[in-house]
């Protein structure tokens, strides 16, 4: 059961990642990965959200192991941010890694305290 | 800007992703997506952690995963021309299911509650450098196994 929880949370995650990343890229003309940002900063937040609440092993397969885990991305993040290198664009590349670890962290607190605050 | 993307997923500086069909493609992201979460499951299932301890399963999903884009994208943008769901199904799909960046955000919150916020950080920094060490390394030696460069 847990495998097709899974399996539900990663159909749904990561075309999402995909139709978000392409939302947000088209409405800016940079070279900064904010299509990976966003996604990866949003699933930080539900997963924060969700790992803080009480909830039974079922939900965190669905929402957490499957959907979150298949929302965000570390390949495509890593591989955005060595191709900014290559391309000479170090403070993109650099700003791209600061942000995303400080924004997803940040996120997934905020998730954290937003389920402290309901429970 | 060469025809070499910034972002593995969906690049719209390349016109041909931005014409991308959307039914196909999406049925291609959701299947490799589902396929690369229950690799990762299997991971996390292999190593498991308490909450104090260094969360080593997701470290090498998160780092092999970085390996393998980079192999897969000198492959198919500078080795070969690929099917065009190629991309979508390996690195959007099974590599970005595979890996995880809330997973690696909320393993670093829950080591610092354990009380195990040194393990936290130096997971938080030693990710990061082995991520971005293993996307160069398997972009370097596929360029060299393909003969490039």
Same mark, same amino acid.
């Given at each position: 059961? +847990?495998?097709?929880?899974?399996?539900?949370?990663?159909? *749904?995650?990561? @075309?999402?990642?995909y139709?978000?990343?392409?939302?947000?890229?088209?409405?800016?003309? +940079?070279?900064? @990965?904010?299509?990976?940002?966003?996604?990866?900063?949003?699933?930080?937040?539900?997963?924060?959200f969700?790992?803080?609440? @009480?909830?039974?092993?079922?939900?965190?397969?669905?929402?957490?192991?499957?959907?979150?885990?298949?929302?965000?991305?570390?390949? +495509?993040?890593?591989y955005? +941010? *060595?191709?900014?290198?290559?391309?000479?664009?170090?403070?993109?590349?650099?700003a791209?890694?600061?942000?995303?670890? *400080?924004?997803?962290?940040?996120?997934?607190?905020?998730?954290?305290?937003?389920a402290?605050?309901?429970? | 800007?060469?025809?070499?993307?910034?972002?593995?997923?969906?690049?719209?500086?390349?016109?041909?992703?931005r014409?991308?069909?959307?039914?196909?493609?999406?049925?291609?992201?959701?299947?490799?997506?589902?396929?690369?979460?229950?690799?990762?499951?299997?991971?996390?299932?292999?190593?498991?952690?308490?909450?104090?301890?260094?969360?080593?399963?997701?470290?090498?999903?998160? /780092?092999?995963?970085?390996?393998?884009?980079?192999?897969?994208?000198?492959?198919?943008?500078?080795?070969?021309?690929a099917?065009?769901?190629?991309?979508?199904?390996? #690195?959007?799909?099974?590599?970005?299911?595979?890996?995880?960046?809330?997973?690696?955000?909320?393993?670093?919150?829950?080591?610092?509650?354990?009380?195990?916020?040194?393990?936290?950080?130096?997971?938080?920094?030693?990710?990061?450098a082995?991520?971005?060490?293993?996307?160069? /390394?398997?972009?370097?030696?596929?360029r060299?196994?393909? #003969?490039?460069?």
């Amino acid at each position: 059961m +847990t495998l097709v929880l899974i399996v539900i949370g990663a159909v *749904v995650g990561a @075309p999402l990642r995909y139709l978000v990343d392409r939302a947000v890229q088209a409405r800016h003309e +940079t070279v900064f @990965p904010w299509g990976t940002l966003s996604v990866n900063v949003a699933g930080s937040a539900v997963l924060g959200f969700v790992a803080a609440l @009480p909830v039974n092993d079922g939900v965190m397969a669905l929402v957490g192991t499957g959907f979150c885990g298949a929302l965000t991305t570390y390949s +495509t993040f890593g591989y955005e +941010t *060595v191709r900014l290198l290559e391309e000479g664009a170090r403070f993109h590349a650099v700003a791209n890694a600061v942000a995303s670890v *400080v924004a997803g962290l940040g996120a997934a607190y905020c998730g954290l305290a937003l389920a402290q605050a309901l429970t | 800007m060469t025809d070499r993307p910034i972002d593995p997923d969906v690049d719209l500086h390349v016109p041909a992703q931005r014409a991308e069909p959307r039914g196909p493609v999406l049925a291609a992201i959701a299947v490799g997506g589902a396929l690369g979460a229950l690799a990762r499951y299997g991971v996390q299932v292999a190593l498991p952690g308490g909450p104090a301890a260094f969360p080593w399963a997701t470290f090498w999903v998160n /780092v092999s995963g970085c390996l393998l884009i980079g192999v897969l994208m000198v492959l198919i943008t500078e080795v070969r021309r690929a099917h065009p769901l190629t991309r979508p199904f390996l #690195g959007v799909g099974v590599l970005g299911g595979y890996t995880t960046f809330s997973t690696y955000a909320v393993d670093v919150q829950r080591t610092v509650a354990a009380g195990a916020a040194a393990t936290g950080l130096v997971y938080l920094v030693a990710t990061m450098a082995a991520a971005l060490v293993a996307v160069v /390394v398997g972009m370097r030696l596929t360029r060299r196994l393909a #003969g490039r460069r």
